[in-house]
């Protein structure tokens, strides 16, 4: 599933971030839905889905 695929690169690029970048971005996804995102604090990250 291509959202699972996105959703864990998110998760992947949370881990390699910063800790001092609390930034919201978004990523359009390819059936053309658009997902926010913010990475924020440090240790284990957290994914909320809203469905």
């Given at each position: 599933?291509k959202?699972?695929?996105v959703?864990a690169?998110l998760?992947?690029?949370?881990?390699?971030?910063?800790?001092?970048?609390?930034?919201?971005?978004?990523?359009d996804?390819?059936d053309?839905?658009?997902l926010?995102?913010?990475?924020?604090g440090?240790g284990?990250?957290?994914?909320?889905?809203?469905?």
């Amino acid at each position: 599933m291509k959202r699972r695929a996105v959703i864990a690169s998110l998760v992947a690029s949370s881990l390699a971030a910063p800790a001092s970048r609390a930034a919201t971005r978004f990523i359009d996804t390819p059936d053309g839905q658009r997902l926010a995102f913010s990475d924020t604090g440090n240790g284990t990250p957290v994914v909320f889905l809203h469905g």
